[in-house]
């Protein structure tokens, strides 16, 4: 069981637009920065968003990131086949004084 | 670019030992705090343990005891001293560099594999 949730899977059409939400706590997501990272099957994790909201050079605006309270979301408009991936959310938790990634999240662009 | 490269993993009995390690380069590493991250097998990610540049460390509740994190700053890499093996210990491990403002990761090695089993 993750300390941040994350829907398992979500799905959508090419072009289309999809969200994928990340829930804490005070703890972590409500006090803490969140970044979110795409895995493609086979590869290493890389870097979507940062501070909850920044994108890195080199990803493009299609990737949009929020957070409100204790809860973040990560947004994908004009989806493409390339998007399928699993993302993860992440924060530090200042109770457990580590890390805590949610459990991830399959997108599947139908 | 930043570069991080794992090596070390491989097949080990329950009860064994093993150590990670990681080189970096393209950045001046004494300056970084490093992390490990492992994924289970069809499993998600999993912090293990942070080292800050000034040497201070986290673990896991999950490994604390048995993993240690640990850095050469003179030949720019990271380690992960792995004691008491188990089999649900067996993931690919991931080396990633923190932001240069310690709010998170930002680069990630290509992994190495441990495998535990009898």
């Known amino acids: 069981q993750s300390v941040l949730t994350q829907p398992p899977s979500v799905s959508a059409a090419p072009g289309q637009k999809v969200t994928i939400s990340c829930s804490g706590s005070?703890?972590?997501?409500?006090?803490?920065?969140v970044s979110w990272f795409q895995q493609l099957p086979g590869t290493a994790p890389r870097l979507l968003m940062y501070?909850?909201?920044k994108r890195p050079s080199g990803i493009p605006d299609r990737f949009s990131a929020s957070k409100s309270g204790t809860s973040a979301t990560l947004g994908i408009t004009g989806l493409q086949t390339g998007d399928e991936a699993d993302y993860y959310c992440v924060s530090w938790d200042t109770s457990l004084s580590g890390k805590v990634f949610g459990g991830g999240t399959k997108l599947t662009v139908l | 670019e930043v570069q991080l490269v794992e090596s070390g993993g491989g097949l080990v009995k329950p009860g064994g030992s093993l150590t990670l390690s990681c080189a970096a380069s393209e950045f001046t590493f004494n300056t970084y705090g490093m992390n490990w991250v492992r994924q289970a097998p069809g499993k998600g990610l999993e912090w293990l343990s942070s080292?800050?540049?000034?040497?201070?460390?986290y673990s896991a509740d999950s490994v604390r005891g048995r993993f240690t994190i640990s850095r050469d700053n003179a030949k720019n890499s990271l380690y992960l001293q792995m004691n008491s093996l188990r089999a649900e210990d067996t993931a690919v491990y991931y080396c990633?560099?923190?932001?240069?403002?310690?709010?998170?990761?930002?680069?990630w090695g290509q992994g190495t594999l441990v495998t535990v089993f009898s």
């Open positions: 990633a560099r923190e932001t240069w403002n310690d709010r998170g990761i930002d680069y």
């Open positions: 080292i800050t540049s000034t040497n201070y460390k």
């Open positions: 501070e909850d909201n």
């Open positions: 005070s703890s972590n997501i409500g006090n803490n920065y």
